[in-house]
Structure formats: structure tokens, C-alpha cells
């Protein structure tokens, strides 16, 4: 089981005016623990207003380098992103667990073409998969089609105009705005049409390897719809929710009468504990002061996945787990609900 890490702020830039990015320095005895495969993310602790905050957020930079960069969004007045985008200095330090994450690109030997569909803050993890693209191979190319209101809200503008002058010809970035027509920038949301677009109009003649969307749940399924619809294969396209608020999600009740008994297995240690069956299973592991791991509660990251040993539970939302790794007894505890008398969780067998 991983744990928090004090790291120093390095750097604070402001991207766009409701947004930054945060340089972590990770000092050389944590240069392993926080070493990372990109599109993975880091999950920050911080206590505000007499409230512990747990908040992931994707890593932008690439993995060759010394230090880890986050971009943080402000969604809200009170939470973390509040405080990061208007109170945060460089020289703070924040408690952070090491990164983690399923949504990933790992470089192979053979030229790679890459395509990655992205809007607002869904950029971050597709900046340090696009780094690596470009880094790992001089003959890999990478298409990005990014969605804003407009060019002064989108986030890593400028670095993104700097990587396709420095990489003129392979990659290639597609900007759309909703709010604001420019000049250079496509019009509107991202859709079937800018879809078809970049891939069968501009660049009609490249095989894609693999694809990446990030953003929002409308715009990923349309976007994978849209690719399986031209003949992808869906084992070729990679996604990752971004939600746009720091509210937890909210888990509606069941009409589920009943107690389950609890046995659950962290850092080696064994808890036990009781819970309705119409509540969620991290829930009630936090009620009782277990330092369980987590970080969204939404089911959109992958920080409270343990293994079910014994008994059954049903998830209310999954958007991580695969058929497969739910066969094998894999849950997200936020969203799971027991179904039997006696369950058994497992968080070091993941």
C-alpha cells in the first residue's frame, strides 16, 4: 500500500486566467516512488478549513524529467482547486501519494501514431502521453484535437504552439472553441464532424496505433462511438473521465435493508466492521478511521480498487474496471454496495 509523500512546490504558472500549473520537486530518495508511466496521476492531501481534502490530478509533465507538473483547474470557491489557483506559493509543501492509473502509453520499439481527443482540463495527462510519443521515437507521430471556450481558456496554449513548431512535421494539434471564433481555431464543441476532420480528411492516409480521450462523459463516448463507427477497434481506444466539480458524487440509496459484517485488509492489518447494506463500501471503511485509499469518491479514478476475497458487492458507477477484472474479484470501493451477510476487501491484493 502506498502512502503520502511531502513534496515542495517548485514552480506555480498561471496557464489560463482559472488555471495553473503546479512543479513538484521530488527529491533523489523519492525519485523511484515517484517515478510514473504518463497519463497517470498523483493524488494530494490538504486540510482546509478543519476539512482533509483528497483531490487526483493527472500528471502534464514527461517522465524523463526531474520534477512532476500537475495542472489544476478552479472549480469551486472552498476546495483545493480554490486554494491552489489563488493561495498556493512556491515553497509550500503538500502531502502527495505517489502516482497511479490505467490510462497510460508505454512506447514501444516500432513507430507509433497516436490520435488523442481532449477538452479543458482533460488536457493534463495527454501532455505527458504526447511528450513521451514525441520523445520516445523520432518517426512516431501524434494528432490532438483540444476543445475550450477559446484560446485564452485553454489550458498549456502556448506549450502545445511550441511542440508543433518544434515537431512541425509530426505533430499536429486541431484547436476548437465553443465561445469564440479565431482565427486558426476550429468553431464549436468537439464532435463527429471535427472527429472525421482530423482523422479522414487531414490525415486520412495514417494508420493510428492507438487513441486517447479525456474529458468529460459525452464528449468520450461520442468520440468513441464516432472511431468505432470508421472501424476502430475498441481495445485501441483509451479514456479517462474528467468531471468538472470537486463535489463528491453523490451515491443514490437503495431500498436495501440489512447489516453486512466487514473484514477488510490494509497494510497488512485487519479491520472489522459493520455497515448497512445501502451504503457504499469506502464509505464506511472511512467512518470508522481506516486510512483506506481514495481520491475522487466518483468513480472516475482508480485510487480504491481492492479485491473481494469473500462475499459479493454490485458497483453503483464503474468507468475503470474491465469485464475481466471484475471476474477476478476487483471493486471500486466507492461505488460498491455488499450484497451478502459477510464480505471480506482486500487493498494490498490489487
Same mark, same amino acid.
Given at each position: 500500500?502506498?502512502h503520502?509523500?511531502p513534496?515542495?512546490?517548485?514552480?506555480i504558472?498561471?496557464?489560463?486566467?482559472s488555471s495553473?500549473?503546479i512543479?513538484?520537486?521530488?527529491p533523489?530518495e523519492?525519485?523511484?516512488?515517484?517515478? +510514473?508511466v504518463?497519463g497517470q496521476?498523483i493524488?494530494i492531501?490538504?486540510?482546509i %478549513?478543519g %476539512?482533509?481534502l483528497?483531490r487526483a490530478?493527472?500528471?502534464s509533465?514527461?517522465p524523463k524529467?526531474?520534477y512532476?507538473?500537475i =495542472?489544476?483547474?478552479k472549480?469551486?470557491?472552498?476546495?483545493?482547486s480554490?486554494y491552489a489557483?489563488?493561495?498556493?506559493?512556491v515553497g509550500d @509543501?503538500l502531502e502527495?501519494m505517489?502516482?497511479?492509473?490505467r490510462?497510460?502509453?508505454?512506447?514501444?520499439?516500432s513507430?507509433?501514431n497516436?490520435a488523442a /481527443?481532449?477538452?479543458g $482540463?482533460g488536457?493534463t495527462?495527454i501532455?505527458?502521453i504526447?511528450?513521451? #510519443?514525441?520523445? $520516445?521515437n523520432p518517426?512516431?507521430?501524434?494528432?490532438l484535437?483540444y476543445?475550450?471556450?477559446?484560446?485564452?481558456?485553454t489550458? +498549456?496554449?502556448?506549450?502545445?504552439?511550441?511542440?508543433?513548431?518544434?515537431?512541425?512535421d509530426r +505533430?499536429?494539434?486541431?484547436?476548437t472553441? $465553443?465561445k469564440?471564433?479565431?482565427e486558426g $481555431?476550429? /468553431?464549436g464543441?468537439?464532435?463527429t464532424?471535427s472527429v472525421?476532420?482530423?482523422?479522414?480528411?487531414?490525415?486520412?492516409?495514417?494508420k493510428?496505433?492507438?487513441?486517447y480521450l479525456?474529458?468529460?462523459?459525452?464528449m468520450i463516448h461520442? #468520440?468513441?462511438?464516432t472511431l468505432?463507427?470508421?472501424?476502430v477497434a %475498441?481495445?485501441?481506444?483509451?479514456f479517462?473521465?474528467?468531471?468538472?466539480?470537486e463535489t463528491?458524487?453523490?451515491v443514490?440509496p437503495v431500498?436495501t435493508d =440489512?447489516k453486512t459484517?466487514?473484514?477488510?485488509?490494509?497494510?497488512d492489518?485487519? /479491520?472489522k466492521? *459493520?455497515? =448497512?447494506k445501502?451504503?457504499v463500501v469506502?464509505d464506511?471503511?472511512?467512518?470508522?478511521?481506516i486510512?483506506?485509499?481514495?481520491?475522487?469518491?466518483g =468513480? @472516475?479514478?482508480?485510487?480504491?480498487?481492492?479485491r473481494? *476475497?469473500?462475499?459479493k458487492?454490485?458497483?453503483v %458507477?464503474?468507468?475503470?474496471?474491465?469485464d475481466?477484472?471484475?471476474?477476478?474479484g476487483?471493486?471500486?470501493?466507492c461505488?460498491a454496495?455488499?450484497?451478502?451477510?459477510?464480505l471480506?476487501?482486500?487493498?494490498?491484493?490489487?
Open positions: 500500500m502506498t503520502f509523500h513534496l515542495t512546490v517548485k514552480q504558472k498561471q496557464l489560463t486566467p495553473v500549473a512543479t513538484f520537486e521530488v533523489k523519492l525519485k523511484q516512488t515517484f517515478a +510514473f504518463p496521476y493524488t492531501k490538504k486540510e %478549513k %476539512k482533509e483528497r490530478y493527472s500528471i509533465s514527461s524529467r526531474d512532476i507538473t =495542472g489544476v483547474k472549480v469551486d470557491k472552498v476546495g483545493f480554490h489557483n489563488t493561495e498556493l506559493k @509543501v502527495v505517489p502516482p497511479d492509473g490510462f497510460v502509453f508505454e512506447p514501444t520499439d513507430p507509433t497516436v /481527443f481532449a477538452a $482540463s488536457i495527462p501532455m505527458s504526447l511528450k513521451e #510519443v514525441l520523445e $520516445s518517426h512516431n507521430t501524434f494528432v484535437v476543445g475550450n471556450k477559446s484560446n485564452a481558456e489550458m +498549456f496554449y502556448k506549450d502545445l504552439l511550441k511542440l508543433q513548431l518544434d515537431h512541425a +505533430f499536429f494539434v486541431y484547436f472553441n $465553443s469564440v471564433q479565431e $481555431s476550429l /468553431f464543441r468537439i464532435d464532424s472525421n476532420y482530423a482523422l479522414k480528411n487531414k490525415h486520412k492516409n495514417i493510428f496505433d492507438a487513441f479525456c474529458g468529460p462523459e459525452d461520442l #468520440v468513441s462511438n468505432q463507427d470508421n472501424g %475498441k481495445d485501441k481506444i483509451h479517462e473521465l474528467f468531471t468538472t466539480t463528491t458524487a453523490e443514490a431500498a =440489512g459484517r466487514v473484514t477488510v485488509i490494509l497494510d492489518e485487519e /479491520f466492521l *459493520t455497515m =448497512g445501502n451504503e469506502l464506511a471503511v472511512l467512518k470508522e478511521n486510512d483506506a485509499p481514495y481520491s475522487c469518491q =468513480g @472516475v479514478c482508480s485510487s480504491c480498487i481492492a473481494i *476475497t469473500e462475499g458487492a454490485e458497483m %458507477k464503474n468507468q475503470i474496471l474491465t475481466g477484472e471484475i471476474e477476478e476487483l471493486i471500486l470501493t461505488q454496495r455488499p450484497l451478502t451477510p459477510t471480506k476487501v482486500d487493498y494490498d491484493d490489487v
